[in-house]
């Protein structure tokens, strides 16, 4: 049974939540035995519960861990965007532009103002404007921001629709689900966001790429959500993964984008069978699934073999089909580029530390 669903370097995200476990255990080694027939059959029995209570309960604990800090993977280079259409004199937000990573202050980056920009287009073959083939990581180390964003427009694209509303004069209506301290629960949020982004180059975006591009204009959904996190915070230096929880209650990248709990698995606690069943239910039952890989530094021969796969330590990853025969499972890179083919749930339990399931 194959579950299919339409996604340089080091990577840390995460704080703690004290309301968002379900309960949880290991396979049996029944269950092993039995192989994969009691494999589908679990699947089925974890989305019919999803479905009818609105979480994830495969009989294991999704709890927010709080990871250590660390480096953060992003690529150098990346996509390009081209602003060639002319247009009216257009509206900018009133808050000031968030800063830009600390690395590019001072230098030939500035912002530039996408003059077409729109916030959804669909792309030739998309079944609709919000596709996990939108996302593209640029210059800044918020692969976790990046592979949520993935997760969610694969498992419900109408979600990411209903968080901008372009006003049709430059700006745009963005909302993210942000907690006031550690005891409240996600609200919604809405600022004011004008098309201007940072640049590499004219024409080009620094951090998250824009879309697809048409007659109708630029997209820039994925950069929009970006730079609305980063207007949160003051700069885009402080929404990269080691930073984001300083000042800022964060409890996962899918909870921001929904305002439902994130969970939390260590791959470690779990056998190999569970592992399948965790993301080929949430797959399955349309929950937001990334996962995130082990911090490699130090470790050349482990860097090595995971590299060759296209697995990049302390990176974030939006699986997109698991196999339960071949018992593999593919995997988006936010990047927008080196995805990881389906790789045996052995090796894949080697290079990835956690599972996290969204609402």
Known sequence: MALSHSTRPNRNTAAKSADTETQAAPASNRQSRMGNAFLQQLVGQAVRQTQGQGRLDTKMSFGIEEEPAGKHQYPEDGGTTTSTATAPARQQQKDALPQLRDTHQGGAYKYGDVKDGKAFVQGSGDDKAVSPNDVAQGSLGDCYLLAGMAAVARANPEAIQKLIKDKGDGTFEVTLYIRRNRYSRPTPVTKIIDAQ?????????????????????????TALIEKTVAQHKGSYDTIQGSKIGQGFEFNGATELLTGKAEGYQA???????????AIGAALESKKPVTVDSYDMTGNEALTKEANALNVYGNHAYAPEKVDMDARTIALQNPWGSSHVKPLDVALFKKFYKAIRVGG
Do not use: H, R
């Open 197 to 221: 982004l940072p640049e590499k180059t004219p024409g080009t975006a620094l951090y998250a790429k824009t879309g697809d591009k048409s007659a109708e204009g630029t997209e820039m959904w």
């Open 267 to 277: 791959t470690a606690n779990m056998a190999e069978d569970d592992i399948l069943l």
